[in-house]
Nanobody, 125 residues
Framework: QVQLAESGGGLVQAGGSLRLSCVASGRSFSSFSMGWFRQAPGKEREYVAGISWTGRRTYYADCAKGRFTISRDNAKNTMYLQMDSLKPEDTAVYSC??????????????????WGQGTQVTVSS
C-alpha cells in the first residue's frame, strides 16, 4: 500500500506562485502514474495534471496549461506541482493521487486508485 501526503499549500496573492509536493511512503511509488486533483467549495473534483510513471508523458487540464508544471523525482518518492500566475479561481483543496502500475501514457481520471488528504490553496485577489 502507498500512502500519500501533500504539502506546500497556503495563501498567496493573485499572480503569485506555489509549489505543491506529494511524498509517498510504502512500496513502488516510482512504478505508478500520478496526478493532481482539486476541489473548490460547491464544485466537483477536477483533474488538473497527471504524469506517467517514467515522467515522459504528462497531461494538463485547460485550466493548468501554460501555468502549472507537474514533475516527479522517483529517487525521492516525491511528485510536484509548480503553480505560477495563480488566479483566485485556483482556490481549492489540492490532492495527489496514484494510478496505474507501469503505464507510460498520460493518465486519465479513471486511472487513479488511491489519494492523499489534500492541501488548501487560497489565492486572494
Amino acid at each position: 500500500q502507498v500512502q500519500l501526503a501533500e504539502s506546500g499549500g497556503g495563501l498567496v496573492q493573485a499572480g503569485g506562485s506555489l509549489r505543491l509536493s506529494c511524498v509517498a511512503s510504502g512500496r513502488s511509488f516510482s512504478s505508478f502514474s500520478m496526478g493532481w486533483f482539486r476541489q473548490a467549495p460547491g464544485k466537483e473534483r477536477e483533474y488538473v495534471a497527471g504524469i506517467s510513471w517514467t515522467g515522459r508523458r504528462t497531461y494538463y487540464a485547460d485550466c493548468a496549461k501554460g501555468r502549472f508544471t507537474i514533475s516527479r523525482d522517483n529517487a525521492k518518492n516525491t511528485m510536484y506541482l509548480q503553480m505560477d500566475s495563480l488566479k483566485p479561481e485556483d482556490t481549492a483543496v489540492y490532492s495527489c493521487a496514484g494510478g496505474v502500475l507501469f503505464s507510460d501514457r498520460a493518465p486519465t481520471p479513471d486511472d487513479f486508485r488511491f489519494w492523499g488528504q489534500g492541501t488548501q490553496v487560497t489565492v486572494s485577489s
